[in-house]
């Protein structure tokens, strides 16, 4: 068992599950048949999975099931689907897999989920009981493998046990800090009949997450920013998952704070408000970098002060008194010292910390962010003659009037749609933060668009990360599912060539990238595919892949070597920023 003891709640988002089942009763039934009952009972109703031997009789019950259970074509696939179709609903995901590989195939997807606190169920079938340890075909060991990747696991070799374990699994993968948790069940335990009524009731003694924050602390919390000249709120995906990005906003207004999100948090707040200072960080914008180093109140809500947001450790916020509000008290200090700590659910604590806010105009401040902001906006040169990769994704921005999910691999194509395509609301950004994850975007989009139909997603990628997973794009084919894949081909793996190009002496090893025609795979996928190359095709392309009713693969051949500013070095503060040709 792997149960972390206090997570990030996501607050009002159980109330948007599908409507569960009624409770039935479960004695004589098969577990099969119990699994099944179980997710009726928790409102699933969308399955990302592959099959296999060891979970034949659960897929002989999927059979006449109402649930959607949608065929990936790889369990990586399924994972991040799942994944994907989580951040973007705030609804659980939910992905199954057979025993052995088929397991060992959603660690990544796993992986994924875990760093960045998103709440996915992984159901995997396993060898039979009395075959564990001897090496059976397609065994492995799977809860151990996974432990540390999981926000809790387990393994049911009895069918009495099967009931509780589901329902333990999508209680904890929901509430708290959200994230993954994997039930492994043996094939006997599927396949054997419930001696009498198997007990629903969670047994969970451990696990208490802290939703109400501490009335002392939010009265010291609201005393620090009402005495502040220089406050700063620093956002990160806590506000996301709580669903507090409502209040966000009324803190923003109420206090006249400025605000930068992280990459996890992009849209908590609309990027065109007055007072946003867009995301922070490693590649985040130079106005945002300066007022936190300027800052002499900085209000981290739902953020982990990961090092691409901190830069040198020593050097951040140097002047600030922290006030950090988190779920998990294990965030807490970890890396940064706070001044003033407040544990609990960050829609709880901004509900009843709003009130206590003082109305200050902070005229030479916000002066002093307003200048920032137009002496170093995010800017590019064009005139090059190549398609400029950030122009693409302003041109995604105004054509979807900044509505649509955008989904993304990692790497250079990922900064650039941080930073350019204006983020207007929560759920709207689904991105590999914290594992840096090659391949999320392609599945992501997918299962998004499973959890959003009739909404516009775009998974906006690089031909590196849309190389290794782009075989989904069938399984959008296969359910009829319009999400549109724009690929960024710069012919490298661009982040990893920057860096040798600025640090190592431009000495390009490895990062060579030839990728065969995407469009014409697309059309082998049975998708509509398109490739461009010159900048005037840019919006006629976009708006013609926004008409198709399916799905669109639009291959855009982009600028070979350029570049993604602001840039923050290894081992620099914030504030050394390297802004490149246009500093």
């Known amino acids: 068992m792997n149960t972390e003891g206090e997570q990030i709640n996501m607050g009002e988002a159980e109330t948007t599950m599908a409507a569960p089942a009624e409770l039935r009763s479960l004695a004589g039934l098969k577990g099969a048949e119990i699994f099944h009952q179980m997710l009726l009972e928790e409102g699933v109703e969308v399955l990302f999975g592959y099959p296999g031997a060891a979970v034949i009789p659960i897929f002989d019950v999927l059979y006449e099931s109402p649930i959607k259970y949608i065929q990936t074509r790889h369990e990586q696939g399924a994972a991040h689907m799942a994944d994907g179709y989580a951040r973007s609903t705030g609804r659980v995901g939910v992905c199954i897999a057979t025993s052995g590989p088929g397991a060992t195939n959603l660690v990544t997807g796993l992986a994924t989920a875990h760093m960045d606190s998103s709440p996915v169920v992984a159901l995997t079938g396993q060898v039979r009981s009395d075959l564990i340890g001897n090496d059976a075909f397609q065994e492995a060991d799977v809860t151990g493998i996974t432990r540390p990747i999981t926000k809790h696991n387990c393994i049911v070799s009895r069918v009495e046990d099967l009931a509780r374990s589901i329902r333990e699994a999508f209680h904890i993968a929901r509430t708290g800090r959200p994230g993954p948790v994997l039930v492994d069940i043996c094939v006997d335990a599927t396949l054997a009949a419930s001696n009498g009524e198997p007990s629903r009731e969670m047994q969970l003694p451990g696990y208490r997450p802290r939703i109400e924050g501490d009335a002392r602390q939010i009265q010291r919390a609201a005393e620090a920013i009402n005495a502040a000249a220089r406050p700063v709120l620093y956002i990160g995906g806590g506000v996301v998952a709580s669903e507090a990005s409502e209040l966000l906003r009324a803190l923003v207004d109420r206090g006249r704070i400025p605000v930068t999100t992280t990459l996890l948090a992009l849209g908590a707040v609309d990027e065109s408000h007055p007072l946003s200072l867009q995301m922070l960080g490693m590649h985040g914008a130079a106005a945002a970098n300066f007022a936190v180093q300027a800052s002499d109140c900085l209000i981290a809500i739902g953020a982990r002060f990961d090092d691409r947001v901190t830069g040198k450790l020593e050097h951040f916020a140097p ?57 170093h906006p995010f800017r590019y040169e064009n005139g090059s003659g190549n398609i400029k990769p950030q122009s693409v994704v302003e041109s995604l921005g105004r054509l979807t009037r900044h509505e649509a999910i955008i989904a993304t691999g990692v790497g250079q194509h990922q900064m650039w749609a941080a930073q350019y395509y204006g983020w207007k609301r929560p759920r709207q950004s689904l991105t590999s933060g914290g594992l840096g994850t090659m391949g999320f975007g392609c599945p992501a989009a997918i299962g998004a668009q499973f959890g959003n139909p009739g909404t516009t997603v775009i998974d906006i990628d690089g031909d590196g990360s849309f190389s290794m997973t782009m075989v989904e794009v069938i399984t959008a084919v296969q359910y009829g599912q319009p999400a549109k894949f724009v690929v960024l081909d710069n012919g490298y793996l661009g982040m990893v060539r920057q860096w040798q190009e600025l640090f190592w002496h431009k000495r390009y090893a490895g990062v060579h990238h030839p990728c065969p025609d995407f469009a014409k795979v697309a059309e082998g996928f049975g998708a509509k595919g398109m490739k461009i190359s010159a900048p005037t095709e840019v919006d006629d392309a976009i708006s013609e892949m926004l008409k198709h009713d399916g799905p669109v693969v639009l291959c855009v051949e982009v600028e070979p070597e350029e570049n993604v500013y602001p840039m923050v070095p290894a ?3 914030l504030h050394e920023m390297e802004l490149g040709t246009l500093a």
């Open 319 to 375: 002047h600030a008194k922290i006030i950090h509000i988190d779920i998990d008290p294990t965030s807490i200090s970890k890396s940064v010292t706070v001044d003033i700590p407040v544990v609990g659910d960050a829609k709880d604590i901004l509900g009843r910390l709003l009130p206590l806010i003082e109305t200050r105009e902070r005229t030479e401040w916000l002066s002093q962010l307003a200048d920032w902001k137009h002496k």
């Open 571 to 573: 081992g620099r503060a």
